[in-house]
Nanobody, 128 residues
Framework: QVQLVESGGGLVQAGGSLRLSCAVSGRTFSWYTMGWFRQAPGKERKFVAAISWSGGNTYYADSLKGRFTISTDNAKNLVYLQINSLKPEDTAVYYC?????????????????????WGQGTQVTVSS
C-alpha cells in the first residue's frame, strides 16, 4: 500500500552538508508521523528526527539537535533530512518511515514501533 524510497546519501567529507530525501507513494488518505532513523555498522537502529502532520511538530534526538533538520513537502509526498556539519560518527544507513495508522494513544515517534512502513535506506559515509 505504501512505499518509501530514500535517496541523497553518499560520501561526504567531515564538516560538509547533505540533504536526504524520501519519496512516499501509495494510496493513503492521511499520515500522522514521518521519521528518520539511522543504523551504524554493528549498532542498533536509532531515532534521528520526526515530523507530524497535525501541528507541524518536529522532534529530534537530543544529541543531534541543531545539526539535523527534518521537513516535508506534502504536495509532493516528500520528506527531507538536512544534515549540516557532518561528523564521522554520522556514518550510517539512514531510513525513513511513516506512521499511517495510530495504534496507541501515545505517539511513539522515537521508536520503531511507532511506524508502519519503512524504506530500504540510503548510505551516508563521512570521511575525516
Amino acid at each position: 500500500q505504501v512505499q518509501l524510497v530514500e535517496s541523497g546519501g553518499g560520501l561526504v567529507q567531515a564538516g560538509g552538508s547533505l540533504r536526504l530525501s524520501c519519496a512516499v507513494s501509495g494510496r493513503t488518505f492521511s499520515w500522522y508521523t514521518m521519521g528518520w532513523f539511522r543504523q551504524a555498522p554493528g549498532k542498533e537502529r536509532k531515532f534521528v528526527a520526526a515530523i507530524s502532520w497535525s501541528g507541524g511538530n518536529t522532534y529530534y534526538a537530543d544529541s543531534l539537535k541543531g545539526r539535523f533538520t527534518i521537513s516535508t513537502d506534502n504536495a509532493k509526498n516528500l520528506v527531507y533530512l538536512q544534515i549540516n556539519s557532518l561528523k564521522p560518527e554520522d556514518t550510517a544507513v539512514y531510513y525513513c518511515a511513516v506512521e499511517v495508522q495510530r495504534s496507541y494513544s501515545t505517539n511513539y515517534y522515537d521508536s520503531e514501533y511507532g511506524y508502519d512502513y519503512w524504506g530500504q535506506g540510503t548510505q551516508v559515509t563521512v570521511s575525516s
